[in-house]
């Protein structure tokens, strides 16, 4: 069993940072996929963000060059660093688990808001 905790949501201005972190229980981190997505009110959830367990990354269009996706299998935790954060960044962001064995695994999902 895996459980997933984000961290790191919050209130930003336009152009600002933030830093999400998720950490992971149980033994499969390191050789799981893992991927941040992301829900807008009204709209489907979106992959932002993954990256395997050999460190390839992948991104949405709409993010490449502000987002970057990062792991540390010694601390079974994944990283999102948000920069120049848009008013349509706004969303709650999801992690996510992935692992051919086990299928998915979510977090609780932690709310970032980009308003002035």
């Known amino acids: 069993q895996v459980q997933l905790v984000e961290s790191g949501g919050g209130l930003v201005q336009p152009g600002g940072s933030l830093r999400l972190s998720c950490a992971a229980s149980g033994s499969i981190f390191s050789i799981a996929a893992m991927g941040w997505y992301r829900q807008a009110p009204g709209k489907e959830r979106e992959l932002v963000a993954s990256?395997?367990?050999?460190?390839?990354?992948n991104y949405a269009d709409s993010v490449k060059g502000r987002f970057t996706i990062s792991r540390d299998n010694a601390k079974n935790t994944v990283y999102l660093q948000l920069n120049s954060l848009k008013p349509e960044d706004t969303a709650v962001y999801y992690c996510n688990l992935y692992y051919i064995r086990h299928g998915n695994y979510w977090g609780q999902g932690t709310q970032v808001t980009v308003s002035a």
């Open positions: 990256i395997t367990s050999g460190g390839s990354t």
